[in-house]
């Protein structure tokens, strides 16, 4: 079934297993944003996730369809982010401008290393170019769903995801040369 | 590498605590709005039937100048009804669950 077809299920007939449905399509998406633009506090992530998706199902009536759903489901796990930015200063921290990169590693350095290190590299981007890379790099929004999502101009995504990626690059890039045993 | 670097995340129950803390659903959201709609029809037909319109002075423009507000306050009045029942219209309208 489309998530089109789920949504018409839920609002018509109060079908909760449509609803779950939709939650176990888009829990790995929602959960792995959120954890990202949480720099890693999986616990906060599930929290705001599951309120992403009470809200969503309080909303659902609000969806027009002009969107994908998942466009509008990142929308709302931005805005339950940034209440609890509001909240957290840490969370707003802005990008760590004194970071030592990395020592060049040599080149068998095993793929875990690798995740674990973009991962770190990810963390220390801004909150904006953090939520640009995740959302169009990682979970595949075109740059106008990402501005939807963000709520802010098309021109910003694209400079933020720019700038994202070429700090991204700068700082992995001791591992550019690896190759799997 | 992006991509590849994004591991889907098991379930593990997360689904199963998203529908336990589901509120029940407000399946009669559109109640607000008409009860808001029919206050504002109810008040502006009461408000046609029930102001003095035979006793309103002319427009003064002069009056309204000089914010001479004795002269004016039967059109204040009026003035007062209607942007309380535009106001019921809008918050109708633009009302967000």
Known sequence: MTDTDLIVRVLTSEDQNAFAELVRRYQSPVRGFLARMTRGDTHLADDLAQETFVKAWQ???TFRGSARFSTWLFGIAVNEFRTVVRQRKELAMEEIEDVVPEENHCAAEPPGQLRLDLTEALERLHSGERAAIVLCCQNGLTHEEAAQALDCPLGTVKTNVARGK???KRWLLGYQDYEPA | MLREQNPYINDDGFTARVMTALPRRRQYYWLRRALLLGAA???TALAIRWLPWESL????LSALLS?????MAPWLSVALVGAAILWAVIAAVEWED
């Open chain 1, 59 to 61: 909303k659902l009536h």
């Open chain 1, 166 to 168: 070429e700090k991204l």
């Open chain 2, 41 to 43: 029809a109810i008040g």
């Open chain 2, 57 to 60: 002075p002319a427009v003064d």
């Open chain 2, 67 to 71: 914010l001479d507000f004795q002269a």
